[in-house]
Nanobody, 130 residues
Framework: QVQLAESGGGLVQAGGSLRLSCAAS????????MGWFRQAPGKEREFVAS????????????YYADSVRGRFTISRDNAKNTVALQMNSLKPEDTAVYYC???????????????????WGQGTQVTVSS
């Protein structure tokens, strides 16, 4: 089992940047594929980015929603049990609560659907002003 805690949200002007971080507990972090989702008021939770597991695999696979590809970057640091989401060129439509998620993965895969993730953080608010 893993527990997740997000940080780094806040208020930023359009065009600005924020870096979200997710700290994971547990000794098997490298076995989890990780993802970021977001939920805006009145909307369903949507996929943002995912990064595959590591642990004996020397490269990662990442995947992004079309709406953030080229602006957001997901990365992980297995030594620190963290996953980050670097968000650049932010737009007002990026305003949402951002959630970190984890799932045990047997292979080098990414996951884009919320039901594929077993563990979730509490979320961190990102607000982009115009």
């Amino acid at each position: 089992q893993v527990q997740l805690a997000e940080s780094g949200g806040g208020l930023v002007q359009a065009g600005g940047s924020l870096r979200l971080s997710c700290a994971a507990s547990g000794r098997t972090f490298s076995s989890y594929a990780m993802g970021w989702f977001r939920q805006a008021p009145g909307k369903e939770r949507e996929f943002v980015a995912s990064i595959s597991r590591s642990g004996g695999i020397t490269y990662y696979i990442t995947y992004y929603a079309d709406s953030v590809r080229g602006r957001f970057t997901i990365s992980r640091d297995n030594a620190k049990n963290t996953v980050a989401l670097q968000m650049n060129s932010l737009k007002p439509e990026d305003t949402a609560v951002y959630y970190c998620a984890a799932t045990i993965s047997g292979g080098n895969s990414y996951y884009t659907r919320s039901f594929e993730y077993a563990y979730w953080g509490q979320g961190t608010q990102v607000t982009v002003s115009s």
